[in-house]
């Protein structure tokens, strides 16, 4: 597969959002029902908490995938979701609580088709080991920005994840919005690819193998609101890791 070997040879890669609603066409053609599913997905945004846990005026949701033996998808909070300070400075080494999505979300056949092919791409990268060991998260994010109130992720500088494989795909940014960059370096000093996730269902994909990052939303004088919503989904080796 394409986007998993350009993974594994460069330690990311730009699938772009053609290819996930290509997939979703061939479950059903049908417009109006593909127009009621996104408009259900962003919908979930709407209902999302403001992370307590750290500033920067995004608002979260999170579910945990397991793959049953009979390839049934069930969700829930089946581990404590929590991060390393190794990783991640600021809120590293707490156990964080978010809302669980609700079946409207995690029933949808657009985050359906997200996740399994995200499945299927890590499968078929192959250095992550058995999905059986795996973490699977399913993180909402709402990066919601004032003129004089920016939104910005935790860390906010360059950084690698706890998870070994995280899936960033874009639903929905409006057109005031400043910012929201992706940068991928290989190491903290030099960044080698700004890419912006523009369209529906644009996704970037890193593994360990790459540092990341996301420039802070703002949004353009006197328009109001800027919102960027995305959706990470997550793989994560269950050992343990660093404290």
Not at 106 to 124: F, K, M, P, S, W
Request: proline residues 5%.
């Amino acid at each position: 597969m394409e986007y998993a070997r350009h993974l594994s040879e460069k330690g990311y890669a730009f699938i772009p959002g053609e290819y996930y609603i290509s997939l979703r066409n061939k479950t059903t053609n049908n417009k109006i029902e593909y127009d009621k599913d996104l408009a259900v997905f962003k919908q979930g945004f709407e209902h999302l908490t403001l992370d307590p846990y750290s500033p920067g005026n995004r608002w979260r949701g999170y579910a945990q995938c397991r793959r049953e033996n009979n390839g049934e998808l069930l969700f829930g909070k089946f581990v404590p979701y929590k991060q390393t300070k190794a990783y991640n400075p600021d809120t590293g080494g707490i156990v964080r609580d978010y809302p669980l999505l609700p079946e409207s979300i995690t029933g949808n056949r657009l985050l359906q088709t997200l996740l399994t092919d995200d499945i299927r791409q890590v499968e078929a990268y192959g250095h992550a080991g058995s999905l059986d060991n795996l973490t699977i998260g399913i993180h909402l994010f709402r990066y919601q920005a004032t003129i004089d109130a920016p939104a910005f992720s935790s860390p906010v500088w360059l950084h690698k994840d706890d998870e070994d494989i995280v899936f960033i795909h874009l639903i929905n940014a409006t057109p005031n919005m400043l910012g929201g960059d992706n940068l991928i370096a290989s190491n903290a000093h030099c960044i080698e690819r700004v890419l912006r996730l523009e369209q529906p269902f644009d996704t970037l994909v890193v593994n360990h193998d790459k540092y990341h990052a996301v420039t802070p939303v703002g949004v353009r004088e006197n328009s109001g609101v800027a919102l960027r919503d995305i959706v990470l989904i997550t793989f994560q080796r269950n050992d343990e890791g660093p404290a």
